[in-house]
């Protein structure tokens, strides 16, 4: 079963906005990714996280594995509209790997 | 490289067709997967390859089949859909089981009519 809480669920936000999104668990993950998914396309990787407190950034994203293994966020510094789509979560627990369930994303330009 | 291709991009069947869906990487991947995915959901594993033997099937009908013919290439047959198996499939790859960062190709948009 699902075990990635992801939040916010969707966003509205103005171009040039800051945006944070997290997913949390209540199991140890091994790894966390970040996807972002455009319409009728697959999802392509943001950032890819190892290590408990790894923090990496890629352009303006930024992304950091949680000290306690449980949870991880994302943020997108200075958003513009194509930023645009639906950003998932995921993550390995050594057994299993599992999708958050979205954050969907609208830049008003 | 970290490209994974798919074809057809489109497909349309009727549910008395056989289709095949195909994947492809070149990475050096071990590790192939299928995902099936409805509008704005999280895609929903299928089917896990690990050198090229099929370690995980979660539960899917027996109307999906699943062939990794090589190293490089997944395929998926399809025969007697159901209208509700009209879906985005997706492939990915990742270095192995134990490196599960996934790379995931464009899709295949199905429509079963």
């Known amino acids: 079963g699902q075990q990635l809480n992801q939040s916010p669920q969707s966003m509205f936000i103005q171009e040039g906005e800051d945006v944070s999104m997290n997913c949390t668990s209540s199991?140890?993950?091994?790894?966390w990714l970040w996807y972002k998914q455009d319409p009728g396309e697959g999802p392509v990787l943001l950032i890819a996280?190892?290590?408990?407190?790894e923090l990496t950034s890629n352009g303006r994203l930024t992304a950091q594995f949680g000290i306690t293994r449980k949870d991880s966020f994302l943020n997108i510094s200075a958003s513009i509209p194509s930023d645009v789509g639906i950003y998932f979560c995921?993550?390995?627990?050594?057994?299993?790997?599992?999708f958050g369930t979205g954050t969907s994303l609208t830049v008003i330009p | 490289d970290t490209e994974v291709t798919q074809t057809p991009k489109h497909l349309v069947m009727g549910m008395t067709n056989k289709k095949s869906l195909k994947c492809e990487q070149h990475m050096g991947h071990r590790a192939m997967y299928w995902y099936k995915q409805k509008a704005k959901k999280p895609p929903e594993l299928m089917f896990v390859?690990?050198?090229?033997?099929?370690?995980i099937n979660e539960s899917v009908p027996s109307r999906f089949s699943p062939e990794c013919p090589n190293s490089s290439l997944l395929n998926l047959h399809l025969h007697a859909l159901q209208p509700e198996d009209s879906a985005l499939y997706l492939c990915?790859?990742?270095?192995?089981?134990?490196?599960?960062?996934?790379?995931f190709g464009p899709g295949t948009r199905l429509l079963v009519l």
């Open positions: 996280l190892y290590k408990a407190g």
């Open positions: 990915a790859s990742s270095q192995d089981r134990s490196i599960e960062t996934q790379y």
């Open positions: 390859y690990s050198y090229e033997k099929l370690s």
């Open positions: 995921a993550g390995n627990t050594g057994n299993q790997f599992y």
């Open positions: 199991s140890i993950f091994n790894t």
